[in-house]
T-cell receptor, first 113, second 112 residues
Framework: DAGVIQSPRHEVTEMGQEVTLRCKPI?????LFWYRQTMMRGLELLIYFNNNVPIDDSGMPEDRFSAKMPNASFSTLKIQPSEPRDSAVYFCASSLGQTAEAFFGQGTRLTVV | QKEVEQDPGPLSVPEGAIVSLNCTYS??????FMWYRQYSRKGPELLMY????GNKEDGRFTAQVDKSSKYISLFIRDSQPSDSATYLCAMSDLRGNNDMRFGAGTRLTVKP
């Protein structure tokens, strides 16, 4: 298995632009998590899905952030409009069930200038 | 005060040294404790998992939990250059991945 696949690996965008991050979970996994990692705040959970349904989005910083999971093999995290303080590494992780080991993708490094 | 405190380092040791990595926490409800290893430009990967107090050993790695002191440790024996990475502690009161609270991570370099 190729593991969790995220795209793009790097994204540089101007403030105010829309950014879409993509994730393909491991086949068969039914839980998907989006995290953000910064030097200041470390690794933080933004939202997680179970069987394609958003269960808890309390970690989403504000309305500029939205996430979707239209099917079991694809999820997106969208930021609109983007701001410099959104610059971070965004990780997607998936697991077979909420309590099983979560496998992380390689992350998307986002820079908003 | 953060729920989970971890010294970010950096920590540099010679090859073969014993490494001690630590985290403290404030939430006494935490009972699941994890250590993740994150190589540069990669996502975290689960290294060790323990439940409640006690020790767990896996090869050169030993995880210790002291719930009375709210203190957890990861020991690496006979450290190797390939152990050079950032080590993140994580903990939760329930077993769910969504409940995990992560430390800031300690950056470790093992010099040949």
């Amino acid at each position: 298995d190729a593991g969790v696949i995220q795209s793009p690996r790097h994204e540089v965008t101007e403030m105010g632009q829309e950014v879409t991050l993509r994730c393909k979970p491991i086949s068969g996994h039914n839980s998907l998590f989006w995290y953000r990692q910064t030097m200041m705040r470390g690794l933080e959970l933004l939202i997680y899905f179970n069987n394609n349904v958003p269960i808890d989005d309390s970690g989403m910083p504000e309305d500029r952030f939205s996430a979707k999971m239209p099917n079991a093999s694809f999820s997106t995290l969208k930021i609109q409009p983007s701001e410099p303080r959104d610059s971070a590494v965004y990780f997607c992780a998936s697991s077979l069930g909420q309590t099983a080991e979560a496998f992380f993708g390689q992350g998307t490094r986002l820079t908003v200038v | 005060q953060k729920e989970v405190e971890q010294d970010p380092g950096p920590l540099s040791v010679p090859e073969g040294a014993i490494v001690s990595l630590n985290c403290t926490y404030s939430n006494s409800a935490f009972q699941y404790f994890m250590w993740y290893r994150q190589y540069s430009r990669k996502g975290p990967e689960l290294l060790m998992y323990t439940y409640s107090s006690g020790n767990k050993e896996d090869g050169r790695f030993t995880a210790q939990v002291d719930k009375s002191s709210k203190y957890i440790s990861l020991f690496i024996r006979d450290s190797q250059p390939s152990d050079s990475a950032t080590y993140l502690c994580a903990m939760s009161d329930l077993r769910g991945n969504n409940d995990m609270r992560f430390g800031a991570g300690t950056r470790l370099t093992v010099k040949p």
